[in-house]
T-cell receptor
C-alpha cells in the first residue's frame, strides 16, 4: 500500500472558524510533511515531522498548528485563517528525512477561506 | 544553496511525438533529483529519481531522465507522448545538508490529438 490519504477533500471555512486537516499513511514511513500549494505554483514546504517530532517549521504563522499523534497520522489545525490562506494543502510521507528518499503525496485538501 | 530552474513554463506536443522537459539545478553537494507529475486537482506522483547511481534513470509510464553533472541538467524525456501525459511536471532537487526539497516552478505539458 503506497497510499497517503487526506480528509476532507474540500473545506470551506470562515475566518473565525477552527477546523482540522487529517493525513494518514500506513507505509511505515517515519517522516511526514505539510505543503501549501497556490494555483499554478509549486508546493511550498510548511512543516516536517521526523519520528513524530517537529523538525522543520518554515516560519509558518501560528494560525496553522501541526500535530503528529502517532507515526501514521498527521494533523493540521487551522484557526483564524485569512482569505490568502486559501490553497491546496498537500500531505506527504517518506521513509525518513534523508533527502534521497522520495516523498509520497496525498491528493490534497482544497481549502477556501471566506 | 540549492536551486532548480525549469526552462519552459509550457510545452505543447502532438500525441505520438517525443517529449522533452528541461531542468537545470545548482547544488553544492551531490544532489538527489526527482521528477514529479501532478494532474489537475490531484497530488504529486513520483515519476523517477536519481540518487548517484546510474546517470540514465528510467521511470514510470515510459519516462526517463539523464543526469548530466557537467551541464547540471536533469531533463525528462519520453519517446512518444500520450494524451494522458497532459499535466504539470515538477523537477525537485534535495539538499542533504538541510533535509529540504527544492521545487522548480513547474512545466505544464499540453498534448494535442
Amino acid at each position: 500500500d503506497t497510499e497517503v490519504t487526506q480528509t476532507p477533500k474540500h473545506l470551506v471555512m470562515g475566518m473565525t472558524n477552527k477546523k482540522s486537516l487529517k493525513c494518514e499513511q500506513h507505509m511505515g514511513h517515519r517522516a511526514m510533511y505539510w505543503y501549501k500549494q497556490k494555483a499554478k505554483k509549486p508546493p511550498e514546504l510548511m512543516f516536517v515531522y521526523s519520528y513524530e517530532k517537529l523538525s522543520i517549521n518554515e516560519s509558518v504563522p501560528s494560525r496553522f498548528s501541526p500535530e503528529c499523534p502517532n507515526s501514521s497520522l498527521l494533523n493540521l489545525h487551522l484557526h483564524a485563517l485569512q482569505p490568502e490562506d486559501s490553497a491546496l494543502y498537500l500531505c506527504a510521507s517518506s521513509q525518513g528525512v534523508l533527502t534521497s528518499y522520495e516523498q509520497y503525496f496525498g491528493p490534497g485538501t482544497r481549502l477556501t477561506v471566506t | 544553496a540549492q536551486s532548480v530552474t525549469q526552462l519552459d513554463s509550457h510545452v505543447s506536443v502532438s500525441e505520438g511525438t517525443p517529449v522533452l522537459l528541461r531542468c537545470n539545478y545548482s547544488s553544492s553537494y551531490s544532489p538527489s533529483l526527482f521528477w514529479y507529475v501532478q494532474h489537475p486537482n490531484k497530488g504529486l506522483q513520483l515519476l523517477l529519481k536519481y540518487t548517484s547511481a546510474a546517470t540514465l534513470v528510467k521511470g514510470i509510464n515510459g519516462f526517463e531522465a539523464e543526469f548530466k553533472k557537467s551541464e547540471t541538467s536533469f531533463h525528462l524525456t519520453k519517446p512518444s507522448a500520450h494524451m494522458s501525459d497532459a499535466a504539470e511536471y515538477f523537477c525537485v532537487v534535495s539538499d542533504s545538508n538541510f533535509n529540504k526539497f527544492y521545487f522548480g516552478s513547474g512545466t505544464k505539458l499540453n498534448v494535442k490529438p
